[in-house]
């Protein structure tokens, strides 16, 4: 959504004052732009670097983590998140804006992760310790321990990172967001991971690809979309969460569970309506066991 004519005034100001350093002015400012305008990009950066002026940096980077994909359309900003993510020694983070751009921050980034390992040796050691062995904690607890991870450099995080994807005890939706964030600040390694069927598989992460690039994953979205977009929004809705809780569980191996998208898309809208569904041949009764393997799983989960 585009400022007003007297909101854009506002914004302007909002800017001198920042040139100014009159941070908690720009604070109070956009904060009162955001009230009508939550999503705008420039005002949430704004806020972003008044807040870390402020010294309140945990602040200033959710925001560039809630806003990352908008805000790093432009180079000069991408620049400008990578060094305070850096001051803020997330830098998982700030590799991972670093592979969206073509300039290379790598050297700057790298710097900045010895000087953490010379600074916080022992911080660092305890931090890798935590996030190696999350499978000790309860789900939320997991969820927030990844988040957490994302701080650690490169080196640390993919030895710890290798424990995590290893361990058979571990929650399904958790490795998969820690390949996810290997896949996104592009590592070359290969790892083990431990999968939903309780099986090893050796994964060269360069082989990876972001969810939304699976074939098979994006057609049943599609088939979705087609059919309940115009005449059941509701539905719709219910059944692409549906569709995302599946793809935490069984990323990075669609097309080896969804072997044919207009049986799935069948299957999931009869278990989420609680209907039945024939299994005629080899491939969907397969298809209904990954189903069933899901709903355990996640069934476990929310009983902890």
């Not at 499978?135 to 969820?143: A, E, P, Y």
């Not at 669609?254 to 299994?279: E, L, M, N």
Request: proline share 2%; aromatic share 10%; net charge negative.
């Amino acid at each position: 959504m585009q400022l007003t004519k007297n909101d854009w005034v506002i914004f302007m100001s909002a800017e001198e004052d920042y040139a100014d350093k009159h941070f908690d002015q720009v604070v109070n400012k956009t904060e009162h732009l955001l009230e009508h305008y939550p999503n705008q990009v420039d005002v949430n950066f704004l806020k972003a670097k008044a807040l870390m002026k402020l010294k309140r940096a945990a602040e200033a980077q959710q925001i560039l983590i809630e806003f990352r994909d908008e805000m790093s359309q432009n180079s000069k900003r991408v620049a400008q998140m990578i060094q305070m993510s850096l001051e803020n020694s997330c830098f998982m983070f700030a590799r991972e804006l670093n592979s969206m751009i073509s300039s290379d921050y790598e050297a700057k980034i790298l710097a900045a992760e010895n000087q953490y390992r010379t600074v916080n040796s022992a911080k660092l050691i305890e931090q890798a310790k935590q996030f190696a062995h999350i499978g000790s904690l309860g789900v939320c607890n997991q969820v927030k321990g990844v988040e957490d991870a994302r701080k650690l450099p490169l080196s640390e995080y993919l030895l710890a990172a290798k424990t995590v994807l290893s361990d058979p005890f571990l929650w399904q939706v958790t490795k998969t967001q820690v390949l996810l964030e290997l896949v996104a600040v592009q590592v070359s390694d290969q790892v083990t991971l431990n999968w939903l069927d309780k099986q090893n598989y050796h994964i060269q992460l360069t082989r990876l690809k972001p969810v939304n690039q699976y074939a098979s994953l994006t057609t049943v979205f599609q088939i979705i979309e087609a059919r309940y977009t115009a005449s059941d929004p509701i539905k719709l809705q219910l059944l692409e969460g549906e569709l995302v809780t599946q793809s935490n569980y069984i990323y990075p191996f669609f097309d080896k569970v969804i072997s044919d998208p207009q049986y799935w898309v069948k299957a999931t809208i009869a278990q989420s309506f609680g209907d039945t569904i024939a299994a005629n041949t080899e491939s969907e009764r397969a298809m209904l066991k990954w189903l069933a393997t899901i709903h355990q799983a996640e069934g476990q989960m929310n009983m902890m």
